[in-house]
């Protein structure tokens, strides 16, 4: 059910690349709900042709761009102001890698050149990204900028890498900007802390079933998945929340909140009943 809460509204939408991922359905609800944009992500990603897909579904136009080059970045911003006729009102970041990770190098012992290119990446490219709509005056007054984070940002979770130093850049930069083009421009800047989510490429992350089981277990209204998220998107895009700004919000069925959970107490509790009948296998 659309309810027209972009209706006149002009984007840029970055890091789509399939169905799985939450800036597809971004992209899909914000055109149910009447805005207009453009859509961006790397040359390698528009190999895998699936984004062509995504623009005839929403009639837009896709913009390839490194999102760690400055270049690339401006042509994105002024083609896209070509493209929509104008400002644009709300852009999504929604980029992230790290070959720590991807490579299996664990926190203490990490490859720098890797933990560069993770920060670059996942982290740098939203700063040259206001940076650049900033000296352009690229966004309309009132426009809204998202950036998806994850709870690592402020807690410690195990597997997760520098990836988590990465997102905790990220929230500072949207704080840093968020002061800066609100004082100036009355444009709001946040970020949305999201439940693990089964993407393309979080599923290739080793462990993320047992991590997505545990995050369940302890969130009393369950993982929010990627249509959610996009929802959630959706609105701070939107007028509904035009004094929202600078805040890392969480959006992850209360996870965030939670100390233990009597679901997670009762499966951790299991656990030693294992342990106990292999013990006890063992002493026979």
Request: charge should be negative; proline fraction near 1%; include cysteine.
């Amino acid at each position: 059910m659309a309810y027209n809460l972009l209706k006149g509204k002009k984007g840029i939408i970055f890091g789509a690349l399939d169905h799985k991922s939450i800036a597809w359905k971004v992209a899909e609800l914000a055109h149910e709900e009447g805005a207009v944009f453009t859509l961006s992500n790397t040359p390698t990603a528009l190999r895998f042709g699936e984004l062509d897909e995504l623009a005839a579904k929403t009639n837009s136009t896709v913009i390839p761009a490194d999102a760690t080059s400055v270049d690339d970045l401006t042509h994105v911003f002024e083609e896209s102001m070509k493209v929509l006729g104008g400002k644009v009102d709300f852009v999504l970041h929604s980029i992230g890698m790290s070959l720590n990770v991807r490579k299996k190098r664990v926190y203490n012992d990490v490859d720098y050149n890797y933990l560069n290119k993770t920060l670059d990446i996942s982290a740098i490219s939203f700063h040259k990204m206001l940076q650049i709509a900033f000296k352009l005056d690229a966004i309309n007054e009132w426009g809204s900028v998202v950036a998806l984070s994850y709870v690592a940002a402020q807690r410690t979770h195990y597997g997760y890498n520098d990836m988590a130093d990465a997102k905790a850049l990220l929230e500072s930069i949207a704080r840093s900007f968020g002061y800066i083009y609100g004082r100036d421009r009355r444009i709001r800047i946040n970020t949305v802390s999201q439940s693990p989510t089964m993407t393309t490429a979080g599923g290739g992350v080793k462990g993320i079933d047992g991590l997505m089981d545990f995050t369940n277990r302890m969130s009393p209204l369950g993982n929010a998945d990627a249509a959610e998220c996009a929802n959630y998107c959706i609105t701070l895009f939107s007028d509904l929340t035009r004094k929202v700004t600078m805040q890392n919000l969480f959006h992850d069925g209360g996870f965030s909140s939670m100390g233990m959970s009597w679901k997670a107490m009762e499966m951790y509790n299991k656990s030693f009943e294992c342990d106990c009948n292999d013990e006890k296998l063992i002493t026979e």
